[in-house]
């Protein structure tokens, strides 16, 4: 197909959209070229900012007349390039589309529009009793259709799951203008189960307009225990031995030496700097079953070696606790020009290897790293530190991440747990998965998105791609793993 001139798309755009709700100079494209990922930036042919569902369906219908890319967009905070515009393209930002449409305290529901922000719903919902429960560390900003495109966690998804296991139901379009209803209130809805297809799809598939959501109870009480270790190892064999006990904390989270001097001036968290290591372990219920557990949780940190265990005393200790951890992305950048934060996810127990061989490869890339992740899953989230402006870094800082999601999938892993492939991770895709494999994935992109607009060129690796990224492994010294082999 033969691309329209500039002019006659924009025109059609203008048409379907009030004089306010369509972007095209460049000073206005600027703070959409790149989401949290600043490395990768270019800018759109246009931003639009539809304020209702009919607007949508008219981008959308037009954007398919014309053969446009559309990259669909929500607060921007993800952090693996997945709201990365294309040149060619449109970005659909869904920021306007921000009300709570209602919240039905007895099912325990909320139907919200896409750009309702994560932490505004639970606010909502306070009055009720409820909240939801996943909770990025980007909670203030980043939005629930972001949350869904991504699959988002947080530091409370160990008890409480991913955003996967708190939607219940989702409304969109295709790109070929075809209305979507996925999930259904009934626990289990009649036809294929396509809910868990569209969750984590980053925006490739179709266009939300509408989510449901479940909200919970909140619970009676919450408190916070800080464990100190004199070496991270320890702090790792600790993780396993509550899992092992059959607790399942509200949270289970661990920082290193760097990550905690990076995060306690920033926040003021009253965090160890002389461990090693720190577990944050969170219990939540009524206030018997939170004493019972923080007490077996205390027993077997202190038998793991903890040198120090803190309970929060109170509601206002156990949210500063938090914050050190939330706020751990924002303090990198107080040590850092730059830094690169990767998303891997690996079984528990090798938690201390991986972390001993993520220090040896921030001695071999000369560049340092800090470490943040929840524990209690094993979804890593190590801080590469480098400066973009230094000549050679960013390859340096690109290479170390690419070699630590290589870790991952050999050491029975992911190459993400809740950041989204995008388009950061496309080289790690041909590691993970072999082409049969990647094939199904573009088989069900082609059932949802037959004219390939909806955010093209992510997540899945095209085979010249995977071919290229086999080269400059085995140039960096890389051991290829057996199914590399084919590409």
């Known amino acids: 197909m033969i691309p329209a001139p500039r002019d006659d798309i924009l025109a059609a755009l203008r048409a379907c959209l009030p004089g306010d709700a369509l972007l095209t100079e460049q000073a206005e494209l600027a703070p959409y070229e790149c989401d949290g990922l600043s490395a990768l930036a270019r800018r759109p042919l246009a931003v639009a900012l539809p304020k209702t569902e009919a607007e949508v369906v008219a ?7 014309f053969d446009v890319p559309v990259v ?5 905070t993800g952090l693996s390039g ?15 589309l921000n009300r709570i449409l209602a919240i039905d305290a007895a099912a325990g529901t909320a139907r919200v529009e896409p750009g309702v922000r994560n932490l505004a719903l639970s606010e909502a919902a306070a009055p009720h009793g409820l909240y939801y429960a996943p909770d990025p560390s980007s909670q203030i900003a980043c939005t629930i259709g972001g949350n869904v495109a991504e699959n988002s966690g947080g530091v409370h998804c160990l008890k409480y799951g991913l955003t996967l296991h708190n939607v219940v139901g989702v409304r969109g379009y295709t790109s070929d203008g075809d209305e979507l209803v996925l999930g259904a209130g009934a626990p289990d809805g009649p036809g294929l189960d396509l809910l868990p297809i569209v969750i984590g799809s980053e925006g490739m598939l179709l266009v939300l307009v509408e989510v449901t959501v479940r909200l919970l109870p909140r619970p009676p009480l919450a408190r916070v225990a800080m464990a100190s270790f004199p070496d991270v190892g ?17 949270g289970l989270e661990m920082m290193d030496r760097g990550a905690a001097a990076a995060v306690e001036p920033f926040c003021g968290a009253g965090y160890d700097l002389d461990a090693a290591a720190i577990l944050l372990v969170e219990s939540d219920g009524t206030p018997a079953e939170v004493e019972d557990e923080i007490a ?3 027993a077997i940190v202190r038998a793991a070696g903890a040198s120090a265990v803190r309970v929060s005393r109170d509601e206002a200790e156990r949210i500063r606790l938090w914050s050190g951890r939330k706020n751990a992305f924002p303090a990198a950048g107080r040590i850092s020009p730059d830094y690169y934060c990767m998303d891997g996810t690996i079984p528990r127990k090798h938690l201390a290897r991986m972390l001993d061989a993520i220090a040896a490869m921030a ?6 790293c800090i470490n943040v992740f929840h524990a209690g899953d094993g979804n890593l989230h190590p801080l590469i530190l480098f400066d973009a402006n230094a000549p050679g870094e960013w390859p340096r800082a690109e290479a170390f991440g690419a070699e630590i999601l290589e870790l991952c999938v050999e050491l029975g892993g992911t190459i993400t747990g809740e950041h989204g492939v995008g388009e950061e991770k496309l080289g790690s895709m041909c590691v993970q998965f072999s082409p049969a494999e990647r094939g199904v994935f573009l088989a069900v992109k082609a059932a949802f998105d037959p004219a390939g607009i909806l955010n093209p060129g992510k997540v899945i690796p095209t085979l010249h791609r995977c071919a290229e ?4 492994r085995v140039h960096r010294g890389a051991t290829p793993f057996a199914h590399l082999e084919r590409f």
């Open 72 to 76: 669909a967009r929500g607060a921007g």
């Open 296 to 298: 077996r949780v205390g």
């Open 363 to 368: 001695g071999r890339y000369g560049l340092r």
């Open 469 to 472: 990224y086999g080269r400059m």
């Open 59 to 65: 981008v959308l219908a037009c954007c398919r007349r």
């Open 234 to 250: 320890r702090a790792c064999d600790a993780v396993a031995q509550i899992i092992a006990a059959g607790i399942v904390p509200a």
């Open 82 to 96: 997945g709201a990365l515009p294309h040149p060619e393209g449109v970005v659909l930002s869904l920021a306007r």
